[in-house]
Structure formats: structure tokens, C-alpha cells
Nanobody, 118 residues
Framework: QVQLVESGGGLVQPGGSLRLSCAAS????????MGWYRQAPGKQRELVAA??????????NYVDSVKGRFTISRDNAKNTVYLQMNSLKPEDTAVYYC?????????WGQGTQVTVSS
């Protein structure tokens, strides 16, 4: 079974930065997309960022609220996806979950807490 292990969450002041990592253990095949979701207390889970392989290259997509502040990237050799988060705001506070979509199934990380507070 594929396991995704997340790291990098924590407490940061507004305007600060964090880098989340999500590494897949073992072999994983036919990856269609990698992404990061988040869920704040009392709110629905939302897709924050995704990265896919397009016909002409790598494609990324972001929810409007994080555009210009967050960057998703990947290292295929390490089966790892990253989320660089800059200029963090209190409203970014949530549990962040990584997701790998493959031709076989959908896999999730355990979640990592990001808290933005002064």
C-alpha cells in the first residue's frame, strides 16, 4: 500500500513562510496529478494547489486566495511534492493534506497542521 508522509507544518507569524513536503514510500506508478488540500475548522476541504504533466510541460494550478504566495513543485526521483508558502496569513491556518492521484487510486497524507498567528 502506498503511504504518503507529510512534514513541515508548524506555527508561524503572519508574513512568515513554511515549506511542506510529502514523500511517497515505496513504488508509485502512473501518477496523474499531485496536490495539496487544506481544511480549516468548521470548513470544507479545499484544493489549494495541484501539479500535473501537460502535453507541453508541467502545469500548476492554485486557488485564487493563494496565488502569488504559494508555489507547488515536485521531485519525481524522490516521489515528493512540496508546497512553499510565503506571506502567510491567519486565514491560511488549516490542516494541510497532500494527495497523489494515480491511474489506480487516490492517496492521501496524514495531514500536517499549519497555524498562522501573532
Amino acid at each position: 500500500q502506498v503511504q504518503l508522509v507529510e512534514s513541515g507544518g508548524g506555527l508561524v507569524q503572519p508574513g512568515g513562510s513554511l515549506r511542506l513536503s510529502c514523500a511517497a514510500s515505496g513504488s508509485i506508478f502512473s501518477i496523474v496529478a499531485m496536490g495539496w488540500y487544506r481544511q480549516a475548522p468548521g470548513k470544507q476541504r479545499e484544493l489549494v494547489a495541484a501539479i500535473t504533466s501537460g502535453i507541453s510541460g508541467i502545469m500548476t494550478n492554485y486557488v485564487d486566495s493563494v496565488k502569488g504566495r504559494f508555489t507547488i513543485s515536485r521531485d519525481n526521483a524522490k516521489n515528493t511534492v512540496y508546497l512553499q508558502m510565503n506571506s502567510l496569513k491567519p486565514e491560511d491556518t488549516a490542516v494541510y493534506y497532500c494527495n497523489y492521484r494515480t491511474g489506480t487510486g487516490n492517496y492521501w497524507g496524514q495531514g500536517t497542521q499549519v497555524t498562522v498567528s501573532s
